[in-house]
């Protein structure tokens, strides 16, 4: 059975002893009229009964699809004559690549011989015969575990402090979620970026002026080791966003302040939905807009004046980036705006402040810690942007101050080093874990900023 088969089996069996647990408390009670003798409402007698005969089944379900496939890889390569069997780690992890395409019937490699249609069938055969044993486990656990709850049902039974209960470790451990994604996503880059720490000097790496990742792909072979300067990249993804933000914050900024202090509550209604489209619009679509409308302009602008635009120049990027980033600083910054209290607005009035003397001199300074929060959260947003550089920003780690050239940023090379045929462990490739541990320390330093801004100055104003 699949997957979505046995998840549909352990709904049906919840639904079941739902209404089972239900009935068994109401009968236990003396009927409907008698149900204030339950401790909790019937329907919690019912969520507990489907929690103990659904939650064994998953647990089996999250154990199967975490080891079930190792186990039966284990099987089938010890079914191998001796020679595969022992072959290479590299090796051996071909042979078992190719034993699985040949059992999902997908490429097929000619070179193989019977043994690998052999070992294919075994696979199909332990991984059918698995499911069904796991389809009988899931049946008998729920079985078990609803016999196991329905025996506890009493009118003195506290179901609904279990069922809190078992909310409240799900609800912790959708929160530690987040958190082991975080701490997974760091020490897998961590680890690899140590890897080019030990090929390349730190100092070199932090502090260097050129980047030219350009290795040789064997050790007979001419070329160049490679030199791993990021600044020009840091250079090039800080003259960027820079761009953006000289668009994102003034645009984004008075679009809040007119959409709090003068809009009307209809214009308003409409004119926010509309700018929030722009934050729903896919990244790639902006790199498009840069690339083929943006970019171009610019360029015939640039002629026509006697200047050299680059095809790929840093401000066409930074200007399409600025266009993406408005609805976080309008967003953000309105909302803040919105949160100053009334009082101050009429204090300033009846001191005889004009609408526009209150908005600057009193609403702006109140809310300034909250629009500071949100310029540097749209401006760690611009610097993990990649789609619109990728496809707008140039290849060449130029180090200048000039937007009118090419220049490359960060995530560029990320997405150009991870491609092509060079091999995964060298100073190349594992130069895009090292750029990237260091735009994560870089965002996260910038978030933490934001937020202890936002919260060192937002109780003076409540």
């Known amino acids: 059975m699949r997957t979505s088969t046995l998840l549909l089996i352990l709904a049906t069996m919840a639904i079941v002893a739902f209404m089972l647990g239900r009935q068994r408390s109401i009968a236990a009670a003396g009927g409907y009229r008698s149900i204030r003798k339950l401790h909790s409402l019937p329907k919690y007698y019912g969520y507990y009964t489907a929690i103990w005969c659904v939650a064994p089944g998953l647990v089996a379900i999250v154990l199967w699809l975490a080891m079930a496939d190792a186990l039966i890889v284990r099987t089938v390569v010890a ?215 943006v970019a171009p302009l610019l360029r015939d602008i640039g002629s026509l004046a006697g200047l050299d635009v680059a095809s790929e120049s840093a401000l066409g990027a930074g200007l399409v980036m600025g266009i993406m980033i408005i609805p976080f600083v309008s967003s953000l910054s309105d909302d803040v705006i919105n949160a100053v209290p009334q009082a101050m607005r009429d204090g300033s009035y009846g001191l005889g402040a004009t609408h526009s003397e209150t908005i600057r001199k009193v609403v702006l300074p109140a809310a300034l810690p909250g629009i500071v929060g949100s310029a540097l959260l749209a401006v760690s947003r611009a610097i993990g942007e990649t789609m619109i550089v990728v496809m707008a920003a140039g290849l060449a780690a130029n180090l200048t101050a000039n937007p009118l050239q090419a220049v490359t940023t960060v995530t560029v090379q990320m997405v150009t080093l991870l491609v092509g045929d060079q091999e995964f462990d060298s100073a190349k490739t594992l130069a895009a874990f090292a750029l990237g541990l260091v735009l994560f320390v870089v965002t996260l330093l910038l978030n933490v900023i934001a937020l202890r801004v936002v919260n060192k100055y937002r109780e003076q104003y409540e």
């Open 79 to 293: 079914s191998l004559p001796e020679a595969l069997r022992h072959a290479p780690d590299a090796q051996l992890s071909l042979i078992i690549n190719d034993i699985k395409n040949m059992a999902a019937a997908q490429f097929v490699n000619p070179n193989r011989g019977a043994e690998f249609a052999v070992a294919a069938d075994l696979y199909n055969s332990l991984h059918q015969s698995a499911r069904w044993v796991l389809s009988g486990l899931i049946v008998a656990l729920g079985l078990a575990g609803f016999g196991l709850a329905w025996f506890r049902l009493s009118p003195r039974f506290r179901a609904r402090n279990r069922v809190e209960s078992v909310i409240r470790v799900g609800l912790i451990v959708a929160s530690m979620v987040a958190i082991l994604t975080t701490v997974g996503i760091l020490l897998s880059v961590l680890f690899e970026a140590l890897r080019f720490f030990q090929k390349v000097p730190v100092s070199d790496f932090l502090f260097g002026l050129t980047w030219s990742p350009q290795t040789a792909l064997r050790a007979d072979q001419v070329g160049s080791s490679g030199s791993f300067g990021m600044i020009p990249l840091f250079a090039g993804t800080l003259l960027i966003s820079f761009i953006a933000m000289l668009v994102a914050l003034p645009v984004g900024l008075m679009t809040a302040i007119f959409l709090s202090e003068y809009a009307s509550a209809s214009m308003r209604a409409w004119i926010k939905p509309i700018l929030e489209i722009l934050a729903g619009v896919p990244t790639v679509v902006y790199g498009y807009f840069a690339a083929l409308t």
